[in-house]
């Protein structure tokens, strides 16, 4: 019982933010190896565009985040050094779940269980560090925001060091743009 009480903190939103009185632990990382954004169990609601358009958008917002560092700057959210953005074990992901259907019929974020078993899949060329990844959990056309878990784990051991669950609001033209726009939010309001 006592682990399980553990294991809903750790996973709880507020299992990121450090209690008064303590020091965060993500403070204390000297630098970061940013993945991009996971979307193989993201959840799709209320949108009309097709599988196959979403796998390309994922696709092309990964690409965004080494094309435009500056409007996508994890180092200024997270204020700390990124050595590394490597997009490929989260493209990799984002390819290999293209048979996947991804509309749902109900506004549904999968388990946290499969957030954990994604980070110990991915094939990492660093051995050792904090790496950190954007998971994909529900695209909610009909409320216009992506919700997403910001993964910070320990590169060597892929134990999980802090989850937090973030909501950004969609917009722009386009399907890349309308939900590179949630990430975009996100960052822009990290620790707000």
């Known amino acids: 019982m006592l682990s399980l009480t553990a294991a809903l903190l750790l ?21 970061l190896c940013i993945y991009g ?18 796998f390309e958008a994922f696709r092309r917002i990964n ?16 204020r700390t050094p990124v050595g590394t953005l490597d997009i490929g074990p989260t493209q990799q992901n984002n390819e290999n779940c293209r048979d ?3 509309h749902v019929t109900t506004r549904v974020f999968p388990a946290q269980e499969e957030v954990m078993s994604l980070v110990r899949t991915y094939r990492l060329p660093q051995q050792e560090g904090v790496g950190v990844v ?14 997403y878990d910001v993964v ?11 989850v937090r669950t973030v909501t950004g609001k969609a917009g ?11 990430l975009f939010n996100i960052l822009r309001s990290w620790r707000r």
């Open 11 to 31: 996973f709880s939103p507020v299992a990121a933010q450090p209690q008064r009185g303590q020091t965060n632990p993500i403070e204390q990382i000297e630098q």
């Open 63 to 78: 690409l965004l985040l080494i094309s435009e560092p500056e409007k996508y700057n994890f180092e200024r959210a997270f």
């Open 100 to 102: 996947r259907y991804l």
């Open 152 to 162: 910070f784990f320990d590169i060597a051991t892929r134990d999980i060091l802090s």
């Open 172 to 182: 722009g033209f386009g399907l890349r743009n309308y939900w590179a726009r949630t």
């Open 134 to 147: 954007l998971v994909g959990l529900l695209l909610d056309k009909s409320r216009e925001e992506g919700t």
């Open 37 to 54: 954004v996971d979307y193989s169990i993201v959840n799709v609601y209320a949108a009309e565009e097709s599988d196959d358009d979403f």
